[in-house]
């Protein structure tokens, strides 16, 4: 079976009409689902499954963050395999098919936004042949049908399944690679790294990106890294204010300061 077969209905059943909802599948969901997870094509033969509570882990040397692989029909994973949560893509619409007619001649299309006001909005479309008087009576019938019944004549488009995990082996067709993972330490109690979100703005002319990067301090080196940033303990209570102030920069600066007690 194909992780995409096993996961069809369940995702279908979360799915809204919100544009980029994207359904998930994270640590408690996952752990009831294991042992039908190591029974589909993609996971079957890992020597190991194990399901993740973090983003990121150690293997004693060095923090390990989890990577986003998009199934394909030609991916499986083998030897060790640490997940972290499953989700379903955005749903992606043809151009050619958005306004072909799903049911009775008739659709309702995905939400789009108007480019000026940004708006949400969606169209019902009916197909009317001109060369016959219309009937009035058959047209209402049809609207009440489709204002009755969306989710049958909504235009359906294309989702893809994206993994998160650490991956020891990722197979790609004939394409075999190996990850030197080491040792996953799964002490959530007593880790070894604290993690930071970082924002880093670049100015292009008239334009400005904004990334964001996670950087990893020793766990012994957070009280003094928190106080050197001038940050609460609580990061949730500085969100927005403090953390947008940290910058890749900041972090690796203060790695290169302490090198000596890294060492």
Do not use: W
Request: proline share 5%; net charge negative; charged share 30%.
């Amino acid at each position: 079976m194909k992780l995409q077969e096993l996961l069809k209905d369940l995702f279908e059943e979360r799915q809204d009409s919100t544009y980029f909802n994207t359904p998930e599948l994270s640590h408690n969901e996952l752990e009831l689902m294991k042992e039908a997870l190591m029974k589909c094509d993609e996971f079957k033969e890992a020597t190991e499954l194990v399901i993740l509570a973090t983003p990121f882990v150690d293997n004693g040397k060095r923090p390990i963050k989890t990577d986003t692989i998009k199934i394909g029909d030609n991916v499986k994973f083998k030897n060790r395999v640490y997940l972290y949560n499953i989700m379903e893509t955005p749903e992606m619409f043809d151009p050619k098919t958005l306004y072909v007619p799903v049911k009775n001649g008739a659709c309702i299309t995905p939400v789009q936004y108007d480019p000026i006001t940004f708006m949400p909005h969606k169209q019902i479309l009916l197909s009317v042949n001109v060369e016959q008087e219309m009937d009035r009576k058959a047209t209402h019938d049809l609207l009440d049908d489709i204002l009755d019944n969306p989710k049958e004549y909504r235009v359906k488009g294309m989702r893809g399944i994206l993994v998160r995990g650490i991956f020891e082996t990722i197979v790609n067709g004939e394409t075999e690679t190996d990850y030197d993972i080491g040792t996953i330490n799964l002490d959530y109690n007593n880790p070894k790294y604290y993690s930071v979100t970082c924002l880093d703005n670049k100015v292009s002319g008239d334009s400005m990106t904004i990334n964001i990067e996670m950087k990893f301090i020793p766990v012994e080196l957070k009280e003094e890294f928190l106080e050197a940033m001038k940050l609460k303990d609580d990061f949730s209570k500085t969100f927005g204010t403090g953390l947008n102030n940290i910058s890749p920069k900041d972090v690796d600066s203060f790695l290169n300061e302490h090198k000596k007690i890294l060492l």
